[in-house]
Nanobody, 123 residues
Framework: QVQLVESGGGLVQAGGSLRLSCAAS????????MGWFRQAPGKEREFVAAISGSGGSTGYTDSVKGRFTISRDNAKNTVYLQMNSLKPDDTAVYYCASAYSTARIKNSEIMYWGQGTQVTVSS
């Protein structure tokens, strides 16, 4: 069983940067693909980014390509989402998630969800 805890959310101005962290418990962190989703008020949860267990493969939704970077430090059992050039449309609760593969992350076939962390971008 894996438990995920997000941190690093907050309030930033448009154009600013923020780094989210997701700490995973358990002994099998390196075998799981990890990802980030977000849910804005009144909208459905959407896929943001995914990374393979080794960190060798990543994928992003089009709206964040070139601005967001997903990475992981398996020695620390942690996955990160570096968010640059933030826009008000990025405002949402951000959730980390784990699955058996990046394809399953993108298809929302999730094994474990984190509790979420709020990101607010002011104009």
């Amino acid at each position: 069983q894996v438990q995920l805890v997000e941190s690093g959310g907050g309030l930033v101005q448009a154009g600013g940067s923020l780094r989210l962290s997701c700490a995973a418990s358990g002994r099998t962190f390196t075998t799981y693909a990890m990802g980030w989703f977000r849910q804005a008020p009144g909208k459905e949860r959407e896929f943001v980014a995914a990374i393979s267990g080794s960190g060798g493969s990543t994928g992003y939704t089009d709206s964040v390509k070139g601005r967001f970077t997903i990475s992981r430090d398996n020695a620390k059992n942690t996955v990160y989402l570096q968010m640059n050039s933030l826009k008000p449309d990025d405002t949402a609760v951000y959730y980390c998630a784990s699955a058996y593969s990046t394809a399953r992350i993108k298809n929302s076939e999730i094994m474990y969800w984190g509790q979420g962390t709020q990101v607010t971008v002011s104009s």
